[in-house]
């Protein structure tokens, strides 16, 4: 099964509680607090696995979740760590809030890690609320609830060269004539349902050890495919990645020219830049053709439908001739091209140094009063801020030492300052992530 879009639910683990515990020994009478800390809960991580062509693994379940770090435990005994879940993914996954609108984060190299959600933070155990006015605290916090989000999964395989070509061309012949790939090979059309990938060894035609590349062989292109024709545009997607493309003629067609023209127009239809890429044009089977008729279409194309640069070859995806001087050809681009992004990447380095971020501490204490609403009496406040709202999440809001342990951050990060500008009265609440605060008067 081969499946490159998918919709999934990530949780990541809750961090433990933390524990309310004092020790108890025989003639100690009034032991200190020594509630553990709660483990942290485990991260969703995506990670890449260059085994792996295709996201139907992950598509066989809609909703993945990391383990919860454990609770703390009384003797000091921290909560064990929730474990990491690792999803493995092929090279060439993209992944997309839901609605497909913004890439959160692209993975394309071998064994590369992403921790898409975070696990939360374990709760600190009673023994860190001890202080010289309470010797006997009664309150420890909860564990931060694990991030949740839902994404998009989309596989762009990455291929270095690209086939693209009606159907029964000779795409696949010619894949498994030059590189390790061996997809099916038939004289109907539509033969190849999925993107296959194989890697070309160049040293096989006489090139260096490290001139190596991946050819990629996507399913025929038909007239009509931007309507939804033949397998439509389904796999294009497949080689916008990729750095040329060649273009495979089948001479025993009738009207090859026009059946070029229309396929460029598909790709140019399906993505504009596609139709910028580096390309070369192979008419193959020219062991059934004549050479007098290989000719004509070869003169007729260089009239027609393609600028003087660009290269034609003359191939048997058969029996291998023309092959070696097309794939020397296609590796002179493929490396050409890799120089120009490896440019382009250190470019981008160079600029984003300049960038001024905030320091972590600044982002960490900032807050906003985003709304101040009525309710019979009383006003509400409702306070958004990273820090803040996640303190309030891991405390627990029933017991007075927890309110009281809010009240204490909220002076010391300046927002009760900002409230009593906005004149907020006893009675009043503050609302923080969903729970209810009572202000108290903390003249
Ligand atoms: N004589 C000759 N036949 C070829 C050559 N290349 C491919 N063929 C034949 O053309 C037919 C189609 O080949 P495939 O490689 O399956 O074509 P494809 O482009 O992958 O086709 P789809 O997967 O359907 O898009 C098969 O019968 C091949 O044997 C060639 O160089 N010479
Ligand atoms: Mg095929």
């Not at 590189?179 to 033969?191: G, H, L, Q, V």
């Not at 794939?327 to 984003?352: M, P």
């Not at 004149?423 to 609440?429: L, N, R």
Request: charged share 30%; hydrophobic share 35%; with cysteine.
């Amino acid at each position: 099964m081969f499946c490159d879009e998918t919709k999934i639910q990530l949780i990541a683990g809750k961090g433990g509680d933390g524990s309310v515990s004092f020790l108890r020994a025989k003639y100690i009478s009034k032991g200190g607090p020594d509630g553990g800390d709660g483990g942290k809960g485990g991260n969703v991580v995506l990670k890449t696995n260059e085994n792996i062509n295709t996201l139907s693994n992950i598509n066989s379940k809609k909703r993945y979740k990391a383990d919860d770090g454990e609770n703390g435990r009384k003797k000091n005994m921290s909560g064990k760590m929730g474990e990491d879940l690792v999803l493995e993914v092929p090279i060439g996954t993209v992944i997309w809030n839901i609605d497909k609108t913004k890439i959160l984060t692209d993975l394309s190299h071998p064994n590369q890690e992403h921790i898409i959600a975070k696990g939360g933070k374990g709760g600190l155990g009673n023994q860190h609320f001890a202080s010289s006015t309470n010797q006997v605290p009664r309150f420890a916090e909860d564990g931060e609830p694990g991030e949740e989000l839902s994404v998009l999964l989309e596989l762009k395989l990455v291929g270095d060269l690209g086939l693209v070509g009606l159907p029964s061309v000779g795409k696949s012949t010619l894949i498994s004539h030059v590189s390790n790939a061996r997809p099916k090979i038939a004289a109907y059309e539509f033969t190849t349902l999925i993107p296959n990938l194989g890697v070309v060894d160049m040293r096989r035609f006489g090139g260096s050890p490290e001139d190596s590349f991946v050819i990629a062989d996507i399913p025929g292109i038909i007239e009509g495919a931007s309507e939804g024709k033949g397998l439509g545009h389904k796999f294009l997607r497949h080689i916008s990645r990729n750095k040329v493309l060649i273009h495979i003629i089948d001479p025993l067609r009738p009207n090859p020219i026009e059946n070029f023209k229309n396929i460029q127009y598909e790709l140019e239809t399906f993505d504009k830049e596609l139709a910028k890429k580096p390309l070369i044009v192979a008419i193959n089977k020219v062991d059934a053709v004549s050479a007098k008729e290989i000719e004509k279409i070869e003169t007729k194309l260089k009239e027609k439908a393609i600028p003087k640069s660009t290269k034609v070859f003359k191939i048997s995806a058969v029996s291998g001739e023309g092959l070696k001087e097309m794939l020397f050809e296609a590796l002179k681009v493929i490396k050409k091209e890799n120089k120009k992004s490896a440019k382009l990447s250190q470019e981008k380095a160079g600029q984003t140094k300049e960038i001024q971020v905030l320091r972590p501490h600044e982002k960490l204490v900032k807050f906003k009063i985003i709304r101040i609403k009525k309710r019979k009496t009383r006003r509400v406040f409702v306070i958004k801020g990273e820090r803040l709202e996640q303190l309030v999440t891991m405390t627990n809001t029933e017991n007075p030492e927890g309110i009281k342990r809010i009240h204490h951050f909220l002076n010391k990060m300046g927002v009760i300052k900002a409230l009593k500008r906005e004149k907020i009265e006893f009675d009043d609440i503050i609302e923080i992530a969903d729970k209810q605060i009572p202000y108290q008067d903390s003249k």
